[in-house]
């Protein structure tokens, strides 16, 4: 035999020269959950070791992370019930408590990337990403909403912009009106082809935001369906994304292929709560090797073509060192 593959796997030494892809801690993004209240801190019971934290100890945990090599950051607020209303207004209250936190991030750290979330959900008494009227969640109206979210973000610092709701033409209305207030530095990140999956149950318990009715399958992609995710990735693309991202990320490696294929800028991927949940879960039990299973998972979505991975294993994975 000439060739003889298995010589380029005799040792780790080899193996390593000859590996085509590699998980760097500067690729990854570390979702961190904010909730109200001083020195507070609760873990959340369906993601092992993932935790709430209030602003003072936010502070503390990005500290510490960024002591790792983790740089950056997409943030997401667990907000009262009482400050939820049809039209999550306390998603712009420069007072409340996302807002104010951002600005004590970027005033700490400001070498910091931090993303922030455009979504009406954590801040919606109805629980949906848009307004609703007679159960039907308005579209355009919401942009409004969203538009105003994004500029009060970018006004305390956010590096980059997460538009997560699916509403139609977000990205270009966002766009519009950040460059409209003169913050046309600040980025976005298209939540391009997010699924209506069933992925995200662990989050929507961090965050107590759940749909009150229905379910977000209007607005949400069919995780049916491939050639839409090219439909909705040309559309951002065009309203001046800067970033394209699939969520969730494993169930839609082919997915993430296909925008990398296509498009020159680059493409995230969401590593979601149910798939951390799933891994940390069977590591528990003794079913897996956790550690093997994070990395072969983080290595399989960087192969895909996701240049950045969101993922809640950042701080376990930075915490290696070697990798």
């Known amino acids: 035999m000439i060739h003889r593959p298995r010589r380029n796997r005799k040792s780790a030494a080899v193996r390593q020269i000859v590996q085509e892809t590699q998980v760097l801690t500067s690729d990854l993004i570390f979702p961190l959950f904010l909730t109200e209240g001083k020195n507070a801190s609760s873990e959340v019971k369906s993601m092992p070791g993932i935790f709430r934290f209030s602003s003072d100890l936010i502070l503390k945990e990005i500290e510490h992370c960024m002591n790792m090599g983790i740089r950056s950051f ?27 936190s951002l600005r004590e991030i970027k005033r700490y750290f400001p070498e910091s990337c931090i993303m922030t979330d455009v979504a009406m959900d954590p801040y919606s008494s109805d629980g949906h990403d848009g307004i609703v009227e007679n159960g039907e969640i308005l579209n355009d109206e919401t942009l409004e909403v969203l538009g105003r979210m994004a500029v009060a973000q970018a006004a305390c610092g956010a590096d980059i912009i997460g538009p997560s709701d699916m509403m139609d033409g977000r990205v270009g209305y966002i766009r519009n009106e950040l460059d409209h207030a003169g913050f046309y530095k600040v980025s976005i990140m298209a939540y391009t082809a997010k699924y209506a999956s069933a992925f995200y149950g662990p989050f929507r318990d961090a965050l107590d935001s759940a749909p009150k009715f229905g379910d977000k399958k209007t607005y949400q992609m069919n995780p049916a369906n491939s050639k839409e995710a090219l439909f909705e990735a040309q559309l951002d693309f065009e309203e001046g994304a800067d970033f394209l991202m699939v969520k969730p ?20 991927a969401y590593n979601v709560s149910g798939e951390y949940a799933m891994i940390k ?10 550690e093997k299973a994070m990395i072969e998972s983080l290595t399989a979505i960087k192969r895909a073509g996701a240049k950045i991975i969101l993922t809640y294993f950042a701080k376990e994975y930075a915490q290696l060192g070697k990798y």
């Open 249 to 268: 990320a494993l169930p839609y490696l082919d997915v993430i292929k296909l925008l990398n294929d296509h498009f020159d800028i680059p493409i995230a």
């Open 281 to 290: 879960a069977a590591a528990q039990n003794g079913w897996i090797d956790g």
């Open 74 to 100: 997409a943030l997401f607020p667990n907000i009262s019930e009482k400050l939820k209303d049809k039209y999550a207004t306390e998603s712009y209250n420069q007072n409340g408590l996302y807002l104010k």
